[in-house]
């Protein structure tokens, strides 16, 4: 527990050094007047796809947590979301808001619930990866860069070992054996529980189709609010397709556990990506600083949801 701390700690610091050193780079006049005078317009615009994205991402849950008949209607699946989205900003990881859902979505089956969570994160991070090995498939293609491409391959191709490992008996036999010694706190047995639990899911492809499309309209829909940030900050010249390819990678980059929440690791990558169509540092900054605090305030909902809603 003490070198979870510790860890935590670490990230924090690493998190606020990356933004320091962008803040001690950049003017820091020049992103307080790009804040201040923002239009309130396209603002609100960019809270709309942010709503849709946590609806969509729910929507995906609720049709596994369907397949796995653990009867939750849409609006409590919607609102635990909300409740887990809220945790995930405070926790050290977002693992966190997964144990959310898990001990809300199921009181007495909690294998099956845990299954579907895990499942439900594995189909994000192959939508995530998919629209990223997209984007740089294009950027190699139009722009002859490929200096991301090692990296979103390496991360599609182990969520897919991931996945066969998850799904396919016959990869899962491979490693049985060292599951079953490992005996502190009945680890193995737990992990075996799951195992089962989550093969289930290994024929249903109509289902997991629908949640790999889900996956990548998140992703779509999560490249739409910084491009509206970008406008309330002022008229450039930079048009949305920048934003379908840099916000994937952006979002893949994150991934990297380095820092609290991804502090400063986001933030570097939108000012290091977004020079390459012409946008200043400061500008890129105050669009990451902007859309997460956007993002921000439907987690503070969940908030709310977390005081009034009676866990049944």
Sequence with gaps: MKSKGLYTILRILIGILLIGFLLWKLD????????????LDFLVYALIP??????????R?????????????????LIIYFIAFFFNNFLPTTVGGDVIRVIYS???????????VLVDRILGFVGLFIFALAAVVYLMIIKGQSEF??????????????TLILFSQKAYRM??????????WK???????????????????????????????IQALLALPPYFVMQAIGNFS?????????????????????????????????????????????????ISLVSFFLIFLYSLLGGLFFLFYKRR
């Design 28 to 39: 820091i006049q020049k992103i307080l007047l790009n804040i201040k005078t923002m239009r």
């Design 50 to 59: 942010y709503f849709f994205f946590i609806v969509v991402s729910a929507w």
């Design 61 to 77: 849950w609720q049709v596994l947590l369907d397949l796995k008949k653990l009867k939750l209607g849409f609006g409590r699946t």
């Design 106 to 116: 199921s009181k007495t089956r909690k294998a099956d619930a845990l299954a579907v």
């Design 149 to 162: 491409l090692p990296f979103v391959i390496i991360g599609l191709l182990a969520i897919i070992i991931i």
């Design 175 to 184: 490693i049985s054996p060292l599951i079953d010694k490992i005996k502190l």
């Design 187 to 217: 680890l193995g047995f737990h992990l075996n529980r799951l195992h089962n639990s989550a093969t289930e899911f290994g024929g249903a492809w109509g289902p997991i189709t629908l949640c790999i499309i889900q996956s990548i309209l």
């Design 238 to 286: 930079v048009g949305l397709l920048p934003f379908f390819i840099y916000i994937p990678i952006i979002n893949v980059v994150s991934m990297i556990p380095i820092s609290f929440n991804a502090l400063g690791v986001r933030e570097n990558a939108y000012v290091v990506l977004f020079s390459r169509v012409g946008l200043s540092g400061e500008v890129a900054l105050t």
